[in-house]
């Protein structure tokens, strides 16, 4: 209930004022679970998605911003919960795949749930190679993937700024994939494959040039280096 108020809200709101500019919103199907696979350029991103599809979009959202204290908390908590975030805790192995267990729940439910193949954040604009999770939920829940293309979302939120400034925003929703013919979610040479190819439909919407590396922080310490050169390809 809380979600569809937020969205009877702050949609028309989003439009008023920041008037994106949205392609194909009709082509995500309007019942039924569909992961919403989508370039990353903002933090507002999700937001953005959320509020301009055709239905509620599921997201991951960190658990920080549902325990704060005092008003500032409870404003956090209201307004992440209505915009359909889901709390999660941040970090590698255990808790990567209990993010990913959690869009299972809500595709199981048959609702629509996204998620960022690159991982995280682009800083420098261009498209990194995808993580095979957004697969792995697509291929065990049996739904079909939406890609997704966002422009102008780094601009309309920079890195650092605590609001929203005025800036051309265009989000537009490809056709559905099916990934069933890559094979089934057992299969790591199924799950890279079906990844690449939502990639390169979220390229050739975006534009954004190809990385061909992960999205990652620079490596701290030579542990980590040396990890980093022998990490599968495959990796979530």
Do not use: C
Not at 50 to 77: C, I
Not at 160 to 177: D, H, L, N, Q
């Amino acid at each position: 209930m809380l979600t569809l108020l937020a969205r009877a809200i702050l949609g028309p709101l989003l439009r008023l004022v920041f008037r994106p500019r949205v392609i194909g919103r009709r082509r995500m199907p309007a019942r039924g679970p569909v992961v919403v696979a989508s370039n990353h350029l903002s933090f507002i991103d999700s937001v953005v998605i959320t509020l301009v599809a055709r239905r509620p979009v599921s997201f991951l959202a960190k658990a920080d911003y549902f325990t704060g204290r005092g008003l500032k908390g409870a404003l956090s908590r209201a307004f992440f919960t209505g915009v359909g975030a889901i709390p999660v805790e941040r970090g590698a192995g255990q808790a990567a795949q209990a993010a990913l267990d959690a869009g299972r729940a809500k595709l199981d439910d048959g609702l629509a749930f996204s998620i960022y193949p690159e991982g995280t954040r682009s800083r420098d604009g261009r498209l990194y190679r995808g993580r095979t999770g957004v697969a792995w939920l697509a291929l065990t829940a049996g739904a079909p993937v939406v890609p997704v293309a966002l422009r102008g979302t780094d601009e309309l939120l920079p890195v650092g700024a605590k609001r929203p400034r005025f800036s051309k925003v265009t989000v537009e929703f490809g056709e559905p994939m099916d990934l069933a013919h890559f094979g089934p979610a057992t299969s790591g040479r199924a799950r890279r494959q079906a990844t690449d190819a939502i990639m390169a439909e979220i390229g050739r919407m975006s534009g954004q040039p190809l990385a061909g590396v992960y999205n990652e922080p620079p490596a701290q310490g030579v542990v980590e280096k040396v990890k980093r050169v022998f990490r599968s390809p495959g990796a979530l």
